[in-house]
Nanobody, 119 residues
Framework: QVHLVESGGGLVQAGGSLRLSCAASGSVFSMSIYKMGWYRQAPGKQRESVADITTGGSTNYADSVKGRFTISRDNGRKTVYLQMDNLKPEDTAVYYC???????????WGQGTQVTVSS
């Protein structure tokens, strides 16, 4: 069984920063072979991709967060991070961690963490 647990969300003023963490657990889960990503879902909107990082360390970002957010991973700690700087009210959403493995279509989600940015 694989569990992803997000933490680090909260309330912050516009222009502030937060660092989200996603810790993976499961004795047979080897995070190094999974693409890891962060998604978010705002009220009344569809879930959208924010950032992802491949097994090789390549990163991709949504246009709306480029230059402000940074995704990173620590395979030894089975943890993926999302550093969010210069936050804007439109970044308010529930942020979800995702682990995906192409070869098996294995796909895991965390329970989400709320990020609220006040203006």
């Amino acid at each position: 069984q694989v569990h992803l647990v997000e933490s680090g969300g909260g309330l912050v003023q516009a222009g502030g920063s937060l660092r989200l963490s996603c810790a993976a657990s499961g004795s047979v889960f080897s995070m190094s072979i999974y693409k890891m990503g962060w998604y978010r879902q705002a009220p009344g909107k569809q879930r959208e991709s924010v950032a992802d990082i491949t097994t090789g360390g390549s990163t991709n970002y949504a246009d709306s967060v480029k230059g402000r957010f940074t995704i990173s991973r620590d395979n030894g700690r089975k943890t993926v991070y999302l550093q969010m700087d210069n936050l804007k009210p439109e970044d308010t959403a529930v942020y979800y961690c995702n682990a995906f493995r192409w070869s098996t279509d294995a796909n895991y989600w965390g329970q989400g963490t709320q990020v609220t940015v006040s203006s």
